[in-house]
């Protein structure tokens, strides 16, 4: 997956696309250059996904409050 790949696929695609190849890899007939190849795509679609999520994790940490004043954003675990 290259760097022009990931500007048009979205978190969403690329998500279903690792689903396939671990399913694909899943399945055990797969000759072991073709399980090579997938294996590289999905370790490329994971770090993209990682990326794209921790790009969304940055962004969420500060929001607005009601003053309209940026804070810090947590989630609190019950």
Do not use: R
């Amino acid at each position: 997956m290259t760097e022009d790949q990931n500007k048009e696929v979205s978190f969403e695609e690329a998500i279903m696309k690792l689903e396939a190849i671990v399913e694909k890899l899943e399945e055990g007939d797969v000759p072991l250059e073709k399980a090579i190849d997938y294996y590289q795509e999905g370790m490329k679609l994971s770090k993209f996904c990682n990326d794209k999520l921790t790009k969304v994790e940055k962004q969420m940490e500060q929001i607005l409050n009601e003053q309209g004043e940026l804070k810090p954003f947590s989630v609190q675990e019950e």
